[in-house]
């Protein structure tokens, strides 16, 4: 079995970067995959067997970062320092390092653009029109300043490896020494007829407005992590637990499993769990997205982190600490982050070709101007050369699918979608058919009563429909479908069969009282009998073999019919089906409004799948009945089969939304495997796209959030694309100063994440 490996690395920039880390992880013997997340600034490393971090620090020093790993030790708040926190910290501390060379760049770098810059000069004190002054202040810049873009530069040439430091640093050293020989031998420019000016204005500028850009973008970047600190930020801090007969308060992180714990009107459930005294209505809508509240009874579940409404209950704890749902929940979330889309692959490639190209534009720039401008040719190659090696920085190409990412997974986590890699996200945006599997998914998953029909004297049958109110001379009343029910679920208390249960869960929900039976009596492959109140009932097939068309009608809606006698005569009726989920036709209608084909498959026999299809609005050459569980992956592969006609033809990208385990075949083989957060483990564990919620909308959310992100990384790539494409040639020609350059890099980066940023704004409900 396959490990994964997650660890943090400090000092990356830009998509050159991550692939130099991620090439140099590679290396490492034993590593069949390796991750590296700009945005995030995680790594995840895939091997048969775990890497010794010895070799993971090493690989990562090599070129010129540095790996992260969490600290067991105990932390001074007696918890463990966990990635994140390091992290974090990391982040703080470089955030504070940034804003001081921020500052004292753009500080001392205005000195020097005061003193040598034309017209504003002549209001400068002489010293600061010193060339030798200018000389300090940059040197402070370059070396202090511009350090870590100095440290990354060297480690990364030593493996041959060019990236957007190694352009910065070429720049900026260029324009350095040219005014540092122009300061202490300016009698060498003289004789070669060169104006003796010093450009320490454009060295120290570009390197403050880089630092400036990082450090935006850095807080940029903080933003588009906001859904995990969201989820994080609703765990509970403290639980009431019953110990010794006493009510405790103590740290959630106390709790073990099997506490029981009481949660009492407006406050927040500490961890997952059982309730085994009292009944309340819990908002679940921060963990499922689901805005109502749902009623909790004895023996449901509760969610940590959710709020009591209404009612004070005691319940068992199930799950602590990581196991909860919600720190699966965050887990599921930032592997998502962490992992990278098909699309981000192609920028790394680019960016990995870009670099070393730059490099050689900027000397064809410096070589052409030197050789075509008989005057002054030296001075203009320089700054020209040096516009090309800053404007191209590849930052908003390694930005451009991390942040949509992170945020279109964190929106996703916020509704109750939890989307488990990078390629799901992407890949659902593409769907052409989904396949709904039906019980559990379309349906409840589990039989209810629909219908009461009663028998008159006269031997007519008045319907009682749980979905229709009655009206007219027909409409039945209370009493006689009360009777009917009560004489049904007294007998059928005693019984175990599902069926069974059904009436009786109807007869509670109606707040029956229930008769107590004597004599009581299954009667093998029919039903069950009892007196009830002196009166013989009998609860089950029909006894004769009579055309009821009542029966027949409900039969033919894919309803299973059970009958009542009282005394050997025929009472009435009780249908009973597994209803469709409420949002089952509303999530129907929306796929196909988004042109997507929907199939529906069951093991059901045609006539009940057909009925439940009509309900939903899914074509009957669309219902796939009567098929195994082992064949559910069979007929997926069938469908991805059926070739796509457009312009050319294209595979068709198929969607399976299923819960159970004989489901997991079939999401796994599917190009997306949406999962419902009720199913099975092995179900979820199968699929790319998990529902927290029951609510089959979700599916539709999901697709929309694919079609957003997508939308938003293409947008990205191209202005990223657009921005190189457009302004290199600019740069080449003389038109754009390095300063000017420089500024314009920085909003590039800025700009992709503020778009990444705008995806918070996406209607996908």
């Not at 004292?104 to 034309?118: E, M, N, R, T």
Request: with cysteine.
């Amino acid at each position: 079995m396959k490990t994964k490996q997650t660890f943090a690395i400090k000092g990356m920039h830009c998509a050159s970067c991550v692939y130099t880390s991620e090439k140099a992880l590679k290396t490492i013997s034993g590593v069949t995959e390796a991750v590296v997340n700009l945005t995030t600034g995680k790594a995840t490393l895939t091997s048969e067997t775990p890497i010794e971090k010895n070799k993971i620090i090493d690989a990562v020093k090599s070129v010129g970062y540095q790996a992260m790993f969490p600290t067991y030790a105990k932390a001074s708040v007696g918890k463990e320092e966990t990635l994140d926190d390091k992290i974090k910290t990391e982040k703080i501390r470089e955030l504070k390092d940034l804003k001081i060379k921020v500052i004292v760049s753009l500080f001392l770098s205005s000195f020097i653009v005061w003193g040598s810059f034309p017209g504003l000069m002549n209001t400068a004190p002489d010293i600061v029109k010193n060339m030798f002054y200018h000389f300090f202040l940059a040197s402070i810049i370059q070396f202090w300043g511009a350090y870590d873009f100095y440290k990354a530069t060297v480690s990364s040439l030593r493996h041959r490896i060019a990236n957007m430091d190694t352009l910065v640093v070429i720049g900026t050293t260029v324009a350095y020494l040219y005014s540092t020989a122009v300061v202490f031998y300016p009698g060498f420019f003289e004789r070669l007829n060169l104006k003796v000016e010093p450009y320490f204005d454009v060295s120290t500028v570009i390197i403050g407005l880089i630092l400036l850009g990082r450090f935006l973008e850095a807080q940029a970047k903080a933003g588009t992590g906001e859904a995990i600190k969201k989820l994080i930020g609703l765990q509970a801090k403290t639980a009431r637990v019953i110990r010794d007969k006493k009510e405790i308060d103590i740290s959630i992180d106390e709790v073990v499993a099997g506490d029981l714990i009481r949660v009492r009107p407006g406050e927040k459930i500490p961890v997952d769990g059982v309730i085994v005294e009292g009944e309340s209505a819990i908002d679940e809508s921060m963990v499922t997205g689901e805005s109502m509240p749902a009623s909790k009874y004895k023996g449901d579940t509760v969610i940590g982190a959710t709020m009591n409404k209404s009612g004070s209950f005691v319940y068992k704890a199930t799950k602590v600490g990581k196991d909860t749902m919600l720190s699966q929940i965050i887990k599921l979330v930032e592997e998502a982050q962490g992992s990278k889309a098909p699309i981000q692959r192609l920028a790394d490639i680019i960016s990995s070709y870009f670099v070393p190209i730059v490099i050689m534009l900027a000397i064809a720039t410096f070589v052409g101007w030197y050789v075509f401008i008989p005057s002054g040719g030296l001075v203009l190659a320089m700054l020209n050369s040096i516009a090309v090696l800053i404007i191209a920085c590849p930052c908003a190409m390694g930005l451009a699918t991390p942040t949509a990412i992170m945020v279109g997974t964190g929106i996703g986590a916020q509704h109750g979608i939890l989307i488990k890699d990078a390629e799901s996200l992407e890949t659902a945006h593409k769907i052409k058919a989904i396949i709904f599997d039906k019980t559990g998914t379309l349906t409840k998953g589990q039989p209810e009563v629909t219908d009461v029909v009663i028998t008159d004297s006269n031997a007519r049958h008045r319907v009682f429909s749980t979905a229709t109110p009655q009206r007219g001379p027909w409409r039945l009343s209370q009493k006689q479908v009360s009777s009917l029910l009560i004489f049904a679920a007294s007998i059928e208390k005693h019984s175990e069969h599902p069926l069974g249960e059904a009436i009786v869960k109807k007869a509670e929900e109606e707040k029956l009282q229930l008769i107590k039976v004597n004599k009581f009596k299954s009667i093998t492959g029919k039903g069950v009998e009892a007196l009830v109140n002196g009166k013989k009932i009998y609860v089950g097939k029909l006894l004769k073999n009579l055309s009821i068309k009542e029966a027949d009608r409900l039969k033919n809606q894919g309803k299973t019919v059970v009958y009542v006698y009282v005394e050997d005569k025929l009472a009435g009726l009780i249908a009973i089906a597994d209803t469709v989920k409420e949002t089952a036709r509303e999530a129907v209608q929306q796929l196909q409004n988004l042109r997507i084909n929907v199939f529906m498959i069951t093991g059901d026999n045609k006539q009940t799948a057909q009925a439940i299809a009509v309900q939903v609005g899914i074509k009957k050459e669309n219902v796939l009945a009567e098929v195994l569980p082992e064949e559910k992956e069979k007929k997926v592969k069938e469908l991805q089969g059926r070739e796509q006609k457009f312009l050319f033809r294209t595979k068709n990208t198929v969607a399976f939304v299923g819960d159970g385990i004989n489901d997991a075949p079939a999401l796994a083989s599917a190009d997306v495997g949406i999962a419902m957060g009720t199913g099975t483990d092995v179900a979820i564990e199968a699929a790319g796209i998990t529902l927290v919620n029951k609510n089959l909308m979700s599916v539709v959310s999901a697709i929309k959030l694919s079609k957003q992100t997508m939308k938003t990384i293409k947008l990205n790539l191209f202005w990223a694309f657009a921005y190189n494409v457009v302004l290199i040639p600019v740069a080449m020609m003389g038109l754009i100063s390095p300063i000017l350059a420089s500024g314009a890099m920085a909003i590039s980066s800025i700009s992709v994440i503020t778009n990444s940023l705008f995806l918070k704004k996406a209607k996908i409900i």
